[in-house]
């Protein structure tokens, strides 16, 4: 099975994301793959995703391979938790789905599990849904994983009630698809907004909170078979 992704792409950039993203070169992870004894239980996971999922807004801290070089990512308490191993990923700082799709490339490796967090720039930029729902599906074909979780993005304020839209869209899109979808963000949800004092600046979550949406996400990945 050709595995997947150049990085993990899964939050925005700087609060409103205007400047295209520098586009990446793929990077697989130098670890080697671990040893899967039972072929039915996931073991790996691979993510894409913006700065939410990068854990940075600036564009030099991707995600690369399986470095995770920003301080506010889910990836890590997602990997701790979940007990599997992150094997690769593509996630860079103002990342629309269009750049994810055209970032995420075969490698040499293979994952059990892809995980999807997009569109947050998608719906700053005003990009319509069937954009964003092509391009997601096009990164999954993309990174052929036979298990598919796509992860609600994150509240919005300036664009609360277009961001419950998208969320209730991408539900249903997975749904259809036959993927595992997955809202972590509901204890810090206020109506589409973050509640006070879970994000510095109405679009990205706290280093805390995006750890505590990281354990979420991991419990859910922990949970498949």
């Known amino acids: 099975m050709a595995a997947v992704l150049v990085a993990v792409v899964a939050g925005c950039g700087p609060a409103v994301d205007d400047a295209s993203p520098a586009a990446p070169t793929s990077a697989a992870s130098s670890r080697p793959a671990p040893a899967t004894t039972d072929p039915a239980t ?27 070089q920003g301080d ?13 191993d992150l094997v690769a990923g593509w996630a860079v700082p103002g990342a629309t789905t269009a750049d994810m799709l055209a970032g ?7 994952a059990d599990v892809l995980v999807v967090m997009a569109g947050t720039n998608d719906l700053v930029r005003g990009l319509s849904w ?19 979780v796509v992860v609600a993005i994150a509240p919005n304020d300036p ?25 972590p963000w509901a204890e810090v949800d206020a109506g589409g907004a973050f509640a006070p004092g879970a994000s510095p600046d109405g679009t990205h979550p706290t280093a805390a909170v995006a750890a505590d949406a990281g354990r979420r996400i991991g419990r859910s990945l922990a949970a498949l078979d």
């Open 72 to 84: 506010a990512s889910w990836l890590p308490a997602a990997e701790l938790e979940s007990g599997l």
């Open 104 to 110: 995420v490339e075969p490698t040499d490796w293979s």
């Open 42 to 68: 996931p073991r790996t996971f691979v993510a894409v995703g913006d700065s939410i999922t990068a854990g940075a807004t600036d564009v030099s801290q991707l995600l690369v391979g399986d470095r995770v």
């Open 130 to 148: 069937q954009e964003s729902a092509a391009d997601i599906e096009g990164i999954v074909a993309a990174a052929g994983a036979p298990t598919v």
């Open 159 to 183: 664009h609360s009630a277009a961001r419950n839209g998208f969320n209730a869209a991408l539900a249903h899109l997975a749904g259809r698809n036959g993927w595992t979808y997955l809202d």
